[in-house]
């Protein structure tokens, strides 16, 4: 896929207000629930799978089986920075998910993703998926293979 059908496939989804976010969910029937790397791999024509966030991360950075690592951001990129875990002697380890969309306007900081944030399916400003969430995460911007 070229980064123009990625957006125009992620920009198909606008429509759906009938999708919420549910952590972990890949359900797109009416009044389905999605994560955002749900989202992504259906803009993807794909199935989600057990390829969370996390995944999508290592395959642009390792393997690259489905996506690879680009140097900058481009309307129609996924954006995806992964999960970090807090470990605070005496307590239990905090897990802080990562996040993914699709990149719409670099200079605007748009992106179409579904995020609790938003329940559901959005455009908006989504500064964390291109500059990173302030914990100094780094945000990687790949393409499909």
């Known amino acids: 896929m070229t980064p123009e059908q990625v957006l ?17 969910a890949e359900t797109i029937a009416l009044g389905g629930a999605l994560d955002c790397s749900a989202f992504v791999w259906h803009v993807l024509g794909e199935s989600k799978h057990d390829r969370n966030t996390d995944w999508l ?30 470990r605070v002697p005496g307590e239990p380890a905090k897990r802080h998910a990562g996040h993914t969309g699709i990149v719409v306007d670099v200079a605007k900081k748009l992106c179409i993703d579904c995020s609790s944030s938003q329940n559901g399916i959005r455009l908006h400003r989504q500064t964390v998926l291109l500059d990173g969430p ?4 780094k945000v990687v911007f790949c393409l499909p293979v």
């Open 8 to 24: 125009e496939g992620a920009k198909s989804w606008l429509a759906r207000r009938d999708i919420t976010y549910r952590m972990g």
């Open 134 to 137: 302030s914990d100094g995460r």
């Open 57 to 86: 991360l290592g395959d642009a950075t390792g393997k690259q089986t489905k996506v690879r690592q680009i140097p900058a951001p481009i309307p129609g990129c996924i954006a995806v920075y992964g999960s970090r875990w807090e």
